[in-house]
């Protein structure tokens, strides 16, 4: 599946030229997607497709964004917002007659079932998989007549991202906790954000069985018991029941990420680096303090 993913992405940049139209994708709910001529007005409705589009050099095409897209700043906050996947403005959305809506394939937001009934040419999907967030990009790229664009910062992304794991390449692997949501949510080995911990240097407790993002038994991480966790603070750790013994709790290696870092971390778009990043210094810090990572 990976090798699939990988020449699929080489194979929609291969040449870099400009697209055709019209042109016919399909998104990741197994729906045709038309496109008649190059969009001009669009809309996306998840911070992964905003970033991306601005990253690739089709930020001008852009006419409103979901209410969580805040980066690039300067530029997310001159732009309209039409609520969110689960709390669209379908009205606003509709009224702005945009010729492409990025959404997401969640079932559980219906949000390109709903855009999709109301007339609107809509793309529905985002990256689960690390490989699949260079795959996003290959898409839009394809879809919005930037695949130079795309290509570029696929190559830059990558260039990064290897420099970033050679630097704890021959660093142990630490067991890592990382948590989503206190219910607990966290993140499978094969989620974006768990490949990211495993070329960070660590390795989620989570089994791949239970899926990319799953709802936790709080057992399981007790049973774990990891070297590291993230995205809690170590006053909410001490709270958890069974915790007080863990070797997270007892080294302190508990972090919770800044704002920025928590966005990048969340979002499988062009910031992964910044991700990959920060979560080094969350796993093996030694690597940034010997002057390794830039």
């Known amino acids: 599946m990976r090798q699939f993913i990988v ?16 042109l016919t994708m399909t998104d990741d709910l197994g729906r045709k997607v038309t496109l008649n ?8 409705m998840l911070p992964s497709h905003t970033e991306t ?3 690739i050099g089709a930020g001008d095409k852009l006419i409103a964004i979901d209410v969580y897209s ?19 403005d379908l009205e ?20 390109t079932e709903k855009l999709a009934q109301a007339g609107l040419t809509v793309y529905g999907g985002t990256a689960q998989t690390y490989n699949e967030v260079f795959e996003k990009i290959a898409v839009l790229g394809k879809m919005t007549n930037h695949e130079t664009g795309a290509l570029n910062l696929i190559t830059s992304m990558r260039r990064d991202l ?8 021959k660093l142990p692997k630490v067991s890592t906790y990382y948590e989503i949501d206190p219910s607990p949510y966290s993140v499978g080995p094969n989620s ?3 490949a990211l911990i495993s070329r960070a240097g660590g390795q ?13 038994d709080p057992e399981l991480i007790v049973q774990a018991n990891p070297q590291v966790m993230v995205g809690l603070t170590p006053a909410e750790a001490a709270k958890r029941p069974g915790w007080a013994g863990l070797r997270a709790v007892q080294s302190g290696k508990i972090f919770k990420p800044t704002s920025e870092e928590g966005d990048a971390l969340s979002r499988p778009g062009p910031r992964l680096p910044a991700a990959l990043r920060a979560l080094i210094r969350f796993i093996h810090p030694e690597a940034l303090k010997s002057g390794e990572v830039k």
């Open 192 to 194: 974006f954000i768990g």
């Open 92 to 111: 606003a959305i509709v009224a702005l007659k945009p010729d492409l809506v990025l959404a997401d394939e969640s079932s559980g937001s219906r949000l």
């Open 7 to 22: 020449l699929s992405t080489l194979a929609l940049l291969s040449s870099a030229a400009a697209t055709s139209y019209p």
């Open 162 to 169: 290897n420099t970033l794991q050679a630097s704890v390449a």
């Open 70 to 88: 805040n980066y690039p700043k300067a530029i997310t906050d001159k732009l309209p917002k039409v609520g969110s996947g689960y709390k669209p």
């Open 204 to 216: 989620t407790i989570v089994p791949a069985a239970l899926g990319d993002f799953p709802k936790l």
């Open 53 to 55: 589009l601005i990253a």
């Open 37 to 44: 001529s190059e969009p001009k007005r669009i809309i996306a």
